[in-house]
């Protein structure tokens, strides 16, 4: 039942995002949108990608999102509102993805898959933690591929500052 609560929450709160005009509301909006879905990563015994989920998205990418809303020069017009163009034709886009998940939906033997099987077994058996795990992988197995991202990243935010500054201060 709280699966589908949370679910429930993320499809309007996500369809109000996208629907209204004022960017302020969308960007609260999205953060129901967040923490729904953060909820139902909970409700799958994924807490190391909830805790993710809240510590990236709603504490950083939200947050800096709030920010460029309330810190642009549009906010001082009293109207932050944003233009909806091309509507019908992103009604009709979005008509045909439902209708062809739809249709893939009902031609798929759900039913039949494996992790669907309804059985009463204990989810997490004699595991350890899910972030205990990732923890060990990534400090043992996956050191390398874990430092060429880490280096990747620091590549990436130098040539963003580079980018950023004013060439005719320097």
Not at 2 to 20: D, E, H, K, N, R
Not at 138 to 164: H, K, N, R, W
């Amino acid at each position: 039942m709280l699966f589908y609560i949370f679910a429930a929450l993320a499809i309007v709160s996500g369809a109000y995002m996208v629907l209204t005009r004022n960017l302020l509301y969308a960007g609260f909006s999205l953060l129901i949108t967040l923490l729904s879905v953060a909820g139902i990563y909970v409700l799958l015994f994924a807490d190391f990608i909830a805790v993710t989920q809240l510590m990236v998205y709603v504490g950083g990418v939200l947050v800096l999102i709030l920010f460029g809303i309330m810190l642009s020069s549009r906010v001082q017009d009293k109207s932050v509102l944003s233009e909806n163009v091309n509507t019908v034709w992103g009604a009709l886009v979005a008509g045909l993805i439902v209708v062809g998940l739809s249709y893939s939906i009902l031609k798929a033997n759900i039913s039949s898959l494996p992790w669907l099987q309804t059985t009463e077994i204990d989810v997490l058996g004699d595991q350890k933690s899910t972030v205990q795990m990732i923890g060990i992988k990534l400090m043992t197995d996956f050191v390398l591929p874990f430092e060429i991202a880490s280096l990747l990243l620091l590549v990436a935010l130098m040539g963003a500052a580079y980018i950023a500054t004013d060439r005719q201060k320097v």
